[in-house]
């Protein structure tokens, strides 16, 4: 019972620390102007990394995007960011997006989220719900390494493709299982 006790202790506190040493930056309402900067330098981090999101950009019908996602746990994990639609150049709304997780899980960790929304119906379905989940609506598919590679446009037949990013910290796995994405502002 020591060792499980030393363990648990262990882990809670590596898990404060790197909260508190500033793996992450705080969470807080962020302004329009500071999500727009955000949002604008995620997007072009995102091209960088996988080309074929700014190809997919083209097609995409809006854009959702979370620059900054925290997310931390011990047992018991949460999640929380905030980002914008975009519609071609222009932001149609503001969002949040809160995660709940449990299970074996431990540390804490920052990464950037991008959902490219292909359908009128997927758009308008995340602007009039007052509460996406996420599995739950349109269909989303997470693109990672080799997905992206064996996807083009004749290949696009879901509603909506996400990219997750810029994993920093000490975090093991990483879903947007459980994700609910509302609407802050217009």
Not at 12 to 32: K, Q, R
Not at 50 to 58: D, K, M, Q, V, Y
């Amino acid at each position: 019972m020591t060792i499980l006790r030393s363990l648990f202790l262990t882990t809670a506190l590596a898990t404060a620390s790197l909260v508190v040493a500033g793996v992450t930056t705080p969470i807080y309402a962020a302004t329009e102007a500071d999500l727009n900067t955000d949002s604008d330098q995620a997007l072009t981090a995102l091209y960088k990394l996988h080309p074929f999101a700014a190809r997919l950009s083209h097609e995409a019908k809006a854009i959702l995007i979370f620059p900054n996602v925290v997310k931390a746990g011990l047992i018991f994990g949460g999640a929380y960011g905030e980002g914008e639609l975009k519609k071609g150049s222009s932001v149609i709304g503001y969002y949040n997006s809160v995660t709940g997780s449990w299970g074996l899980q431990a540390g804490a960790q920052s990464y950037s989220y991008v959902v490219f929304l292909m359908t009128d119906k997927a758009v308008r379905y995340i602007r009039n719900t007052h509460g996406w989940e996420i599995g739950v609506g349109p269909t989303v598919v997470i693109v990672d390494e080799g997905k992206a590679k064996n996807l083009s446009s004749s290949t696009l037949k879901d509603d909506a493709y996400a990219f997750i990013y810029g994993q920093q910290g000490l975090m093991a796995g990483i879903s947007l299982e459980g994700t609910k994405i509302t609407r802050i502002k217009n």
